[in-house]
């Protein structure tokens, strides 16, 4: 299917497209067929002459058995002959001593006689004589004579019934240890009767045969029904080889001739049988498998180097054709990855005339819209950052004012009507400040723009802390809270405890929202030992409404909850479990809860921190003092624009510390009171017109009049983004307080500050 074109003049720039190069690899794929076909063709050449070799494998067999038949029909003839010599008849008959004077004198020559006549023959180790109960009446070994009894023999009883002259199963002589065969028949004397026997030497009358059909690779042996090698050009093979335990021997043994594949060690042969008739006897000629197929191998190994050659070339000519294509298409696979881990600034310069020119062109047109759409995304950050930040500091001047005159209201000892009216005023405002608190985290966490501490904290102190925080309310819902450190937890930690005390107060704050009565407990233990690293285990585990398996699976997802009744029921952002997932995930750690409706729920949270000690944690931080313990008069400026905050601020110090400060609306005046007088401290405001604290921060450190260098300058300002205390410090400023004034912390920092009037 040939792919769509980005636009007709790209279409007909197509001079050469991919499917005409895709050409090559079909030629490479003919080539490949006809190197199969050639190898079934050298498969058929190889049938067809295994067809012939084993024709002519049997008939060797069968011309060295005819061979050797016609040995043994000779020796036949000579036992025959053996029985009409004169002068051996005469063993026979006891009394029948002509010509010599006594038996025995004729025995010694008889036994003689018989000895030239073996060797006369030539085929047969001994001639002896026997009388009818098989006694060896005369030898060519004159040690048998008197003791050879071959009266159990079955073909001895088959020679003296008339059959002829008849051959025994082969045997080893007890001399030389060759296979012999005895050559027995029937004779008579003088009305007595008796046997001529010839024991008939296989291998002699075998050699010739084997010689005939020797060849380097084709080997013939004779073998007897029992396996054992009768005959064979190899001697070693006589003495000990047997083929009765081959389990191709029976199938040998079941057919006159014929042939078949065995395995021999040498490698696979193809071997051939033949079996003498009237013995025992079976001729076989085997050969090398490999060897016969010599021929085709070679043809075979023509074929492949032909075949190989072919792909080769083939190859080459893929090669040539592929080659600038793979590359330009790496190319612009490598700059298309660039382009994806946000490098854009890449030279698409892939120039073809077929869909790879298009494919380039497109990539060029995506990159630059990519570049559009990043410009757009950063100008919508920033449009979105700096709303936050306004919206923070708009809503947070308010709010200033709301919980400071709920503050102050309170201080003014209003009756118990009005105390409840403002307490309610106080939470709601401070409820409200915890939600823009939570989409000013989560937004930080989202934007990358979170950080964390790494200094050493004690966690039992830190999580006891926790609990007292939240245990007076624990107790006005009549529920138990408890906390469990396991022993193993070591006791100074190092990281960020601010953030995970962060995580562990929100899990309680949502145990306690979630439960009407039992119990919120917080178990903490090492879930595992890394050395000089720990992973913190917090489990919070409550007795409220519990969840299902639809819920818990989104309860961590940001701006969820269980359902909208919960929001409405219980309130809340749904970022509170979404911001504690991404600090846990900060802190290389997790968080994950297990839950069953009306069982309660249990959070779990790790957290990967350091191990620390003594040493490492940090000096006593500085401790809210009572208002008696300001060092001094204190003479303060006050810098703020906005008045409520104004009349707050001034009500604060004047209540808590009895100072009335010096007002400035703005930044430029601040400096202006500065050059004119001395203060000890001063209180600026951030956003402010005419001039912004920053700025009158910096000229208030470099004027040369009353006011020492050291003096502190403390921001008490709306500006709560990342960053902001950072460019307060930067300025020159001592320290940074948000508003809504928590009137505790202002407290505390005069009373640090003052210190070192």
């Not at 005409?20 to 498969?43: E, H, M």
């Not at 490698?267 to 498998?289: E, M, Q, V």
């Not at 854009?344 to 047109?365: C, F, M, P, W, Y």
Request: aromatic share 6%.
């Amino acid at each position: 299917m040939t792919p769509k074109i980005a636009s007709p003049a790209a279409a007909g720039i197509l001079a050469i497209g991919l499917k005409t190069k895709l050409l090559a690899p079909i030629l490479g794929i003919v080539l490949a067929t006809s190197c199969f076909s050639l190898l079934a063709v050298v498969r058929k050449a190889e049938d067809s002459l295994l067809e012939a070799s084993h024709e002519k494998i049997l008939n060797a067999a069968v011309v060295v058995g005819n061979t050797i038949l016609g040995q043994i029909t000779r020796a036949k003839a000579d036992v025959t002959f053996a029985t009409n010599v004169p002068g051996i008849a005469a063993a026979l008959d006891p009394a029948d001593t002509a010509p010599y004077p006594d038996r025995n004198t004729y025995v010694l020559a008889a036994n003689t006689l018989l000895a030239r006549l073996g060797q006369a023959c030539g085929y047969y180790e001994t001639f002896y004589v026997t009388n009818d109960k098989g006694m060896t009446l005369i030898c060519s070994l004159p040690a048998a004579v008197g003791t050879l009894d071959i009266s159990i023999r079955p073909w001895f009883h088959e020679a003296m019934a008339g059959k002829g002259v008849v051959l025994s199963e082969p045997f080893r002589s007890r001399i030389t240890g060759d296979a012999l065969m005895a050559a027995a028949t029937r004779f008579t004397h003088n009305g007595y009767s008796g046997a001529m026997v010839g024991s008939l030497q296989i291998r002699k009358i075998t050699q010739a045969a084997l010689e005939l059909e020797n060849k380097p690779w084709l080997r013939t042996v004779i073998v007897t029904e029992s396996g054992m090698t009768a005959a064979s050009l190899d001697d070693a093979a006589i003495a000990s080889y047997s083929y009765g335990d081959r389990p191709w021997f029976k199938e040998v043994l079941q057919k006159p001739s014929g042939f078949i594949e065995v395995t021999a060690q040498d490698g696979p042969r193809i071997l051939a049988f033949f079996h003498l008739p009237g013995t025992n006897l079976y001729a076989l000629a085997s050969a090398d498998k490999e060897y016969l197929l010599s021929p085709v191998r070679d043809v075979e190994r023509i074929g492949l180097v032909a075949a190989v050659l072919a792909v080769l070339l083939a190859y080459a000519v893929i090669y040539l054709a592929v080659t600038p294509v793979t590359r330009d298409i790496f190319r612009l696979a490598e700059r298309a990855e660039k382009v994806g881990r946000g490098n854009l600034d890449q030279a698409i310069d892939v120039t073809r005339n077929d869909e790879l020119g298009v494919l380039s062109r497109s990539l060029r047109t995506m990159v630059e819209n990519l570049k559009q759409m990043i410009v757009r995304a950063e100008d919508a950050t920033r449009a979105k950052s700096d709303f936050l930040a306004r919206m923070s500091h708009e809503i947070r001047t308010p709010m200033n004012a709301v919980i400071g005159m709920a503050y102050l209201a309170l201080q003014t000892g209003p009756d118990e009507r009005q105390k409840n009216y403002l307490t309610k005023i106080q939470g709601a405002a401070e409820n409200l400040l915890g939600i823009i608190n939570d989409i000013l985290d989560f937004s930080k966490v989202e934007a990358g723009k979170m950080t964390l501490e790494n200094k050493a904290f004690r966690l039992t102190d830190m999580m006891q802390s926790l609990v007292d925080l939240l245990e007076h309310k624990a107790k006005q819902q009549g529920l138990a809270l408890s906390l469990d450190v396991a022993p193993d937890v070591p006791p100074v930690l190092v990281g960020d405890s601010l953030r995970l005390s962060q995580i562990c107060l929100n899990l309680c704050n949502n145990a306690l929202k979630f439960t009407e009565k039992g119990s919120i407990s917080l178990f903490i233990d090492v879930a595992e030992d890394r050395g000089d690293e720990v992973l913190l285990h917090c489990r919070v585990q409550d007795t409220g409404i519990g969840m299902t398996a639809q819920e818990q699976a989104l309860v961590f997802d940001a701006f969820s909850q269980a359902d909208g009744s919960t929001t409405r029921k219980y309130g809340g952002t749904g970022l509170g479990l979404t911001i504690c997932r991404l600090l846990a995930q900060l802190m290389h750690g997790d968080i994950w809860v297990e839950s069953e409706p009306g069982r309660g729920s249990t959070f779990h949270v790790t957290a990967l921190l350091c191990r620390g000690g003594s040493d490492d944690l940090p000096l006593p931080q500085r401790t809210a003092l009572s208002s008696g313990e300001i060092v001094g008069n204190v003479k303060v400026l006050l810098v703020e624009d906005n008045e409520l905050n104004r009349e707050i601020a001034q009500e604060l110090l004047r209540s808590m510390l009895g100072i009335t400060p010096v007002m400035a609306v703005n930044g430029a005046e601040a400096v202006a009171a500065c050059s004119a007088q001395k203060f000890d401290l001063v209180l600026m405001d951030i956003l402010m017109p005419v001039m912004d604290g920053l700025e009158a921060t910096r000229r208030i450190r470099a004027l040369d009049g009353p006011c020492k260098p050291t003096m502190p300058i403390i921001a008490m300002t709306a500006n709560a983004m990342t960053g902001d205390k950072e460019k307060s410090l930067a300025a020159g400023m001592n320290d940074h307080i948000t508003k809504p004034i928590d009137h505790e912390k202002l407290l505390e920092a005069l009373q640090y500050w003052t210190r070192y009037i």
